[in-house]
């Protein structure tokens, strides 16, 4: 009890005086993780829709692979992301293995199946004859979908609070492809499974606060976001 | 009819979904200011049709012309898009208010806000719908919800409007007030709509011309008054509420009256028939006159038959009372003439009917 007592305690201290490792570790993780939602959100928002949209040979086959997608697991990503990467692998030349960069290229693996999966199930539930009506009312394809997307922008936020709440929290990847070095790719979960495997439970403590507290952060930002402006 | 008065005109339209022809419609035209309804049971084709119409279905064979132009060839679809409009069953409002779901289609051609506005609001005034500007259409009733569909279809000031069940859902006094403002509005406008309905009597009530539509075919088109109460077949028949309809086979065809023989009697109708020729005879309810005197003393033509009393039911504001006279026959009467006749099942009467009431029908589909 005094453990994690004591744990807590310490941990409060690291976060008021804003210990600096602390800090950079979580700035890198929200920088990581936000540009592999983003990524992910441009590619998985755009060709979710238009899977959604189209008919075509292999359509249920490619659903079932982005819904399995939906559930990778890190390490796998981060198994292949690193294969990829590796000296004598295909963009070994690029040079970019054990950096953020890396990091990104694998967060955005994860992320970009959770958000096309849900995108594609937001634009099918829509009313089938909602489309017709859009372009009977004089729109162009383009004008379509962009009301179609506004229609389904509750789930679509939604895609996107899943993609991000799935890359923040992942860890195998991110210590395969990153390296965990200090200070230059060391992020939230990276930091708290070495300092709990070290013994520094405050210390690790500390990073599981700060990580619970942006993951709310962020999901309560998109979540004002998709409350708003809902007419009465 | 010129053909500048035709709005929309088509010729040998096909659509085929999978395998099946599930259109197939040689000739169609809809003309300047004119309500044409199509009617048809479900699965028949009509919605099909109607989204062929309008664009939004590409035909196999065939096109439409809109104004003397081909839709496709020297007229863009989208063009011809923004120049009519469509409503469906449901509503499909945007999730935003009622004052946006009515300016989407003004704010989809890009016209400027304050236009926008001025044009928002005569449509809300025209449906009734004013003060819903600001309401989540979310949050309304069926009718209002219909009321917001209608009026953003119309805001854009389409030449002619495509109607696909808009009313189905609705519950009747509803149903009748949206009719009723609707076709103020159309006829104020003058603008050429198509209303696809199964229900006969709406077609009857809103269209100058009411086309039946059975397994992706045009059945019959023509007046109200000429589907109504001469159907070319039996299907159409059925379909448009004439619910006697009994076989013979023509015995004499004299000075325009041809007498039938049916099973236990015969029928005078007015027409031209060959003897031996097998016919339908087709009677409207409310031609039927139910009686408790032989009425052969006051009335010339001879269609009287003695019957019982078979069946009553209620149909709005009237009695359907069905009688056995070896075959049978349906009449609308009065709740006052059923009572003041104290009439009850199984109770011995006189049916009548005119010759010139009789409708013929040699064709069954």
Known sequence: ?232 | MNRSSKVIEAENLKVVRGRVEVLDIPSFYLADREILSIIGPNGSGKSTLLLTLNGLLKPVTGCIIFRGKEINSSQPVLDFRRRIAMVFQEPLLFDTTVFNNVASGLKIRGIPREEIKKKVLEGLEQFKIVHLADRSARKLSGGEAQRTSLARALATGPEVIFLDEPFAALDPPTRQSITADLEGIIRETGIAAVLVTHDESEALRLSDRIMVVNGGRIVQNGSPAEVMNHPANLFVAQFVGMESVIAGTVLACKDGVVTISIPGGGIEALGERLPGEEVFCGIRPENVVIDILDPTKSMKAGNVFSAKIAAISSIGPFLKVTVNCGFTLVSYMTRGSFTGFKLALGEKVFASFKAEDVHLMSERI
């Open chain 1, 1 to 232: 009890m005094e453990l994690i007592l004591d744990g807590i305690l310490k941990s409060f201290q690291l976060l008021f005086t804003l210990n600096r490792e602390v800090l950079g570790i979580t700035l890198l993780s929200l920088q990581v993780s936000g540009t592999a939602t983003i990524i992910s959100v441009f590619i998985g928002i755009s060709i979710g829709t238009v899977v959604a949209l189209n008919h075509f040979p292999g359509k249920r086959v490619l659903v079932s692979l982005v819904n399995t997608g939906m559930g990778l697991p890190p390490v796998v990503v981060g198994l292949f992301v690193m294969i990829f990467l590796w000296r004598n692998g295909p963009f070994g030349f690029l040079g970019i293995l054990y950096t953020p960069t890396a990091m990104i290229i694998a967060q955005a693996t994860i992320a970009t199946p959770i958000v096309m999966g849900i995108t594609i199930a937001a634009i099918q539930n829509l009313p089938a004859d909602l489309r017709l009506q859009i372009l009977s009312l004089g729109a162009t394809r383009l004008q379509m979908v962009g009301f179609l997307l506004r229609e389904a922008r509750l789930p679509l936020l939604a895609a996107i609070m899943a993609g991000f709440g799935g890359v923040i929290s992942e860890v195998g990847a991110s210590i395969m492809v990153g390296g965990n070095i200090k200070g230059y790719s060391r992020v939230l979960t990276t930091a708290t499974v070495m300092e709990s495997g070290m013994g520094n439970f405050d210390m690790a403590i500390a990073l599981g606060i700060i990580l619970v507290l942006l993951t709310f952060l962020v999901n309560y930002l998109l979540t004002v976001i998709q409350q708003r402006e809902r007419p009465r």
